[in-house]
């Protein structure tokens, strides 16, 4: 049952400190999502690659972002300093675009909490 | 911003009810997603309809797309405890990212 992972799946830090967010995509899927989720934005997108590469990152404040996929089994999200705001649920999905049409795969999420 | 706006935020209903959720959008799609997420967990994709078709079924699902009132709407038939969770329609505008909305809470009570 091929599924997306993520670790860790909660994280308790504190204002300041880096935080490193990793997540595993379903094998063969060449698109990966990283969504945060809050209950006051709701679900909203930081970015996504496709074969590996940077597409869009718009949605991530870069000051303090960054994603990357050092190979296709592993994407991160990092967060250097971490903020208070930050605290959210990140999901990160996968998925393949077939015929156009793109079904995404979500991982359990990351429950950051930044103190 | 969100492109779909679920109506309602929350809907309560008794357990073999119907429950109809509602997804307005604002710009031209290629498709539009339906989404499941439980409590404390990813989204589950339920189902999706294209921008040239009207209505689709899978199992209790039954969704619709209007394009000319850009509106989509899911009805889960016979509803059934397991299916309290929150709702969320996405559109997909291109081959690539996905707009979600800010969802429905649904609650089933026995």
């Known amino acids: 049952d091929a599924r997306v992972t993520q670790t860790p799946r909660d994280k308790v830090t504190e204002m300041g400190q880096e935080v490193t967010m990793r997540c595993q995509p379903i094998?063969?899927?060449?698109?990966v999502f990283w969504y945060r989720q809050t209950m006051m934005q709701g679900l909203e997108l930081l970015a996504y690659?496709?074969?590996?590469?940077?597409?869009?990152d718009s949605g991530m404040p870069k000051d303090r972002f960054s994603a990357e996929m050092p190979d296709a089994t592993l994407a991160t999200l990092k967060i250097q300093p971490s903020e208070p705001r930050d605290s959210a649920v990140y999901f990160c999905?996968?998925?393949?675009?077939?015929?156009?049409?793109?079904?995404?795969?979500f991982g359990p999420g990351t429950r950051l909490t930044v103190l | 911003s969100q492109q779909g706006e679920e109506d309602p935020q929350a809907l309560s209903i008794q357990e073999g009810e119907n429950a109809t959720m509602n997804c307005s959008y604002k710009?031209?799609?290629?498709?539009l997603q339906w989404y499941r997420q439980n409590s404390g967990r990813g989204l589950v994709h339920l189902i999706l309809?294209?921008?040239?078709?009207r209505e689709k079924h899978s199992g209790r699902l039954r969704v619709t797309l209007d394009t000319s009132k850009k509106s989509s709407s899911l009805l889960i038939t016979a509803s059934r405890a397991a299916d309290t969770a929150s709702y969320f329609c996405?559109?997909?505008?291109?081959?690539?990212?996905?707009?979600f909305g800010q969802g429905t809470r649904l609650t089933i009570n026995p």
């Open positions: 999905a996968s998925g393949t675009v077939a015929g156009g049409y793109n079904e995404q795969f």
């Open positions: 094998l063969g899927h060449n698109t």
């Open positions: 690659f496709r074969n590996r590469a940077p597409l869009d």
């Open positions: 710009t031209s799609i290629n498709n």
């Open positions: 309809i294209r921008s040239n078709e």
């Open positions: 996405a559109t997909q505008q291109g081959a690539q990212k996905l707009v």
